[in-house]
């Protein structure tokens, strides 16, 4: 079995997301890439998050019917801060045969160093990259310091090519809150939902300056 975990906040999934889980599926031969929302981001305790349920049945609808690719509520379910590094250790106890992978893009892959016990989480998971426009360019000279003499030399794809897709879930939020369209941005489910939910209308909802949170 070949797992992958991609975490992140998902408020909302869009395109970009669901591309990414797609691309590294396909690629490194993935049976399983499990979607998870985190429950509270380590990074962003002030930000007004979606209620986790509300995000989980998102990404419910974006990926019904694609085969490879669930939705998790593993780090909903724990509640409380969402570290990564224990729900890798909770995903390889639950899979203990399994080659485990971590998804992510670059820009979250620039803060990896800051999680709670990166090198750990590099133990756990062999991280998959991909990169996004806007952001910094994949730095592998990241993980080689956090694996250090126990970087694999496989020969097996670190960083993925995909089409750079310049979609964030806070320029979603953000044309919403605007009135503006977000179609074909996130799958047309995923649109009605927002709009039968009226999700990010408020004025209250947090004030960004970039596409900030992680899912340390
Ligand atoms: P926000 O703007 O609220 O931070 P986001 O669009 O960055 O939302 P997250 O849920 O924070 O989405 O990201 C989860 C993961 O998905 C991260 O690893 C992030 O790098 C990756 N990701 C998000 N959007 C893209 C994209 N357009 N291209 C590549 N990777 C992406
Ligand atoms: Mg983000």
Redesign the pocket.
């Known amino acids: 079995m070949r797992i992958a975990v991609?975490?992140?906040?998902?408020?909302p999934v869009?395109y970009?997301?669901l591309l990414?889980a797609e691309t590294c599926r396909e690629a490194c031969a993935l049976d399983l890439v499990l979607l998870m929302p985190n429950a509270i981001p380590p990074h962003k305790p002030d930000r007004q998050l979606t209620p986790v349920r509300q995000r989980l049945q998102m990404l419910q609808l974006a990926v019904a019917d694609c085969a490879g690719l669930e939705v998790s509520s593993l780090e909903a379910d724990r509640g409380g801060v969402s570290y990564t590094v224990e729900t890798l250790e909770e995903v390889r106890s639950r899979y203990p045969d399994a080659s485990i992978f971590f998804?992510?893009?670059?820009?979250?892959l620039r803060d990896l160093p800051g999680w709670r016990e990166p090198t750990r989480i590099c133990e756990l998971a062999r991280p998959l990259i991909?990169?996004?426009?806007g952001g910094p360019d994949p730095d592998l000279s990241i993980l080689h310091r956090l694996r250090g003499n126990s970087t694999p030399s496989d020969g097996e794809p670190t960083v993925l090519p995909?089409p750079?897709?310049?979609?964030?879930?806070?320029?979603l939020?953000e044309r919403v809150r605007a009135g503006r369209s977000i179609r074909f941005r996130t799958p047309r489910s995923v649109e009605e939902y927002v709009r039968q939910h009226r999700l990010y209308r408020s004025e209250s909802l947090e004030r960004?300056g970039d596409?900030?949170?992680?899912?340390p």
């Open positions: 991609f975490g992140g906040s998902f408020d869009h970009g997301h990414l998804l992510m893009g670059a820009d979250a991909v990169a996004r426009p995909m750079r897709i310049d979609i964030s879930s806070t320029e939020r960004e596409h900030g949170d992680q899912n």
